[in-house]
């Protein structure tokens, strides 16, 4: 068994990376990175960091949560969660001036640190953790997620973001990723992110971006949807693929592609920031896999 307070400190300090290495990976068309604030005019590189600081102490008590949890029902795990998800909006909000800069990953994270948590205190994981087992126990926990949140929504005025793309498209965006178990990062992302990795050829920022693109390529990324329209997404998925086939980051044509890109984002208004996130729950599982918390 690990000591509790290792235990948090360690996968706490996990979240807080890979929020913190998503952000600083640059260029990232649309987005804020340590070059420009991309779409965004309300938020930079440092509104960033300081969300990203005012949350680290949130991901250790997800982590303490899910650690200490001995119940059957993993989805009461998840409900235990949702006061501390809730705290850690207000504790972000208050450190970016009202900005809303990591509430996705508030949600992701949080679950993936508390589900690493029960899963390294557990006698039937105690020899192996890996994303298959994190993201199993995570589709534990959400469980009927998406049918208690957005199939049965009664509501059509107030909606949010989530909720209205729910109705006119059947997006079930982040809600539903979590639910499969990130499916979208096991098949996509992290079998680059990996194979990048293991080369030993290319910078850590390079393979992050990498990674980025191959994610705006098949993600159905709410965020976009959510500021224009199915078209918008069609349109970058196309873009990403075809930076990406003339080599992304790793070749100076697709750099240059990545800079034009950006700008045509800026333009437009266009932000994957769903793709985004689900890069920095990428790194947060190969990094876990990587070097779990010893026990």
């Known amino acids: ?31 804020v990175d340590r070059f420009n604030r991309g779409a965004h005019k309300d938020m930079d590189f440092f509104t960033f960091m300081s969300s990203a600081a005012a949350l680290s102490a949130y991901f250790e ?41 990591h509430k996705g990953l508030i949600f992701s994270l949080g679950i993936i640190c508390a589900a690493a948590a029960y899963c390294c205190t557990t006698q039937a994981a105690a020899s192996r953790l890996d994303e298959q087992v994190i993201c199993e126990t995570i589709a534990q926990m959400t469980k009927g997620l998406c049918a208690s949140e957005l199939a049965s929504l009664k509501k059509s005025t ?9 109705k006119e498209w059947g997006m079930t965006g982040i809600r539903g990723e979590v639910e499969a178990g990130f499916p979208t990062v096991r098949a996509y992302a992290l079998p680059v992110y990996r194979e990048l990795k293991s080369s030993q050829r290319y910078h850590v920022n390079d393979i992050c971006v990498q990674t980025l693109l191959q994610l705006m390529v098949v993600n159905e990324d709410t965020n976009v949807v959510g500021r224009h329209d199915r078209e918008m997404l069609t349109y970058v998925q196309q873009y990403a693929k075809q930076v990406l086939e003339a080599g992304g980051i790793l070749s100076e044509r697709g750099v240059a592609m990545i800079h034009q890109m950006n700008d045509d984002f800026v333009q437009k208004n266009v932000s994957p920031g769903g793709s985004a996130d689900l890069l920095a729950v990428t790194i947060m599982l190969e990094n876990l896999c990587l070097a779990p918390p010893a026990i």
């Open 61 to 101: 008590r997800c982590t303490k949560v899910g650690g200490s949890f001995h119940g059957e029902d993993l989805r009461v795990l998840f409900a235990n969660l949702r006061p501390l998800g809730q705290e850690a909006e207000q504790a972000m909000f208050a450190a970016t001036g009202g900005v809303n800069t």
């Open 158 to 166: 107030g909606l949010t973001v989530g909720e209205r793309l729910y």
């Open 1 to 31: 068994m690990i000591a509790t307070s290792l235990l948090s400190e360690s996968l706490g300090q996990q979240a807080v990376l890979a929020l913190l290495t998503e952000v600083s990976a640059s260029p990232k068309p649309g987005l």
